[in-house]
């Protein structure tokens, strides 16, 4: 079963953000849907994944519950955050917020290093975001555009983070995130 | 959250407006009247009709002509948007956009410059999805242009209803065309649904077809 965590403000921002993981996940496994507020101890160990969704541009509401997510730094099963999901596991692991990384649409990625989830080489990706994060320690970069950090990967655990959204033009990322 | 719906009169702005009326308030319809058939960001047949369809939804409609040229129609729905911010005090907007990067990319730049939230809520919508629930929803969608093959002029004015689902399904395996006309392949016009207090009837309409290209034009319609 794998939980997907929305962090969304919004209610109809989760049919933009959620829903698309959601479809993906349809077919290939359960799933369980929860909103960061909301996230119990029975939720995440009574999963065997975790995805950490995004959301919208203007919602940084994430940022100021962050404690909500201290669950994150003991997690060691897979875990997948996506966008704000991925910032969120920065965090929570010690990086910081790097301001003014705009990028909105197409990107050029280049994947810097070949993990479970993707080769290494240049993709396209859909991104949505104002802000990155530095790459936290026990972790390494997996991917990269010319602004700034695009993926990082705990180095011993299954811990994973990518700042694009993979659910638009890059499915099979997430794909192989449910095939790990 | 007070929104404002792009609302082109077609099947995906009438979803994304249902799904936007399930959790937040709408204030307005916005409409962008691109004079290019070939508007990158804006559906044009039957665009017209978009005035007796806000009416029959009650809602009020705020209107912008545009050239339809790439960026100068940006221009256009910045300020569209910004008359809706006026007018309405809308602090987010709503699109349709299923699949298109271009489209919700834009959208996203131009909310993120106008500081207002912006929601794709059909985001990555399968396209039978999308049917499925234009259908459940008892959507009443006629097909108001074509402009692929194997779609000729028994298609225009066509209801989409469960058996012209099948169809475009079958032509999706034969064809590859998009069911749900993302890549453009037909246009829609929504005549009755569940946020409409009245139905559309149309009462005259001239259809034009050349070589799978063909559109179906209403030229009177009234509220029932």
Known sequence: ?180 | MRLGVLFSGGKDSCLALSKAMQTDKVRCLITLESANPESYMFHTPNIHMVCLQAKAMDFPLITMKTKGEKESELEDLKKALSQAVDTWEIEGVVTGAINSVYQASRAQRICDELDLWCFNPLWQMKPDNVLQEILEAQFEVIISSISAYPLDEKWLGKKIDKRTVEELLTLQEKYGISPAGEGGEFETLVLNGPMFKKRIQITQHTTSYNNNAGEYTVKGAVLE
């Open chain 1, 1 to 180: 079963m794998i939980l997907v965590v929305s962090t969304c403000r919004n209610k109809l921002a989760e049919q933009e953000f959620v829903r698309p993981v959601v479809d993906i996940i349809q077919g290939m496994d359960d799933y369980r849907t929860v909103h960061y507020k909301k996230v119990s101890l029975h939720d995440t160990s009574f999963s065997d994944k975790i995805i950490i969704c995004g959301t919208q541009l203007k919602d940084n509401e994430y940022l100021e519950h962050l404690s909500r997510f201290d669950w994150v730094k003991n997690i060691n099963k897979p875990l997948l955050g996506i966008c704000a999901g991925m910032q969120v596991i920065a965090l929570q692991n010690g990086a910081r917020i790097v301001k003014e990384t705009a990028e909105i649409g197409m990107t050029d990625i280049m994947v810097v290093k070949s993990t479970a989830l993707a080769p290494a080489g240049n993709l396209q990706a859909y991104a949505l975001h104002n802000l990155s994060v530095t790459v936290p320690q026990d972790f390494v970069k997996i991917a990269e555009s010319k602004k700034c950090v695009q993926g990082i990967m705990h180095a011993e655990k299954p811990v994973y983070g990518v700042l694009f959204h993979p659910e638009a033009r890059n499915k099979q990322i997430i794909e192989h995130f449910i095939n790990l």
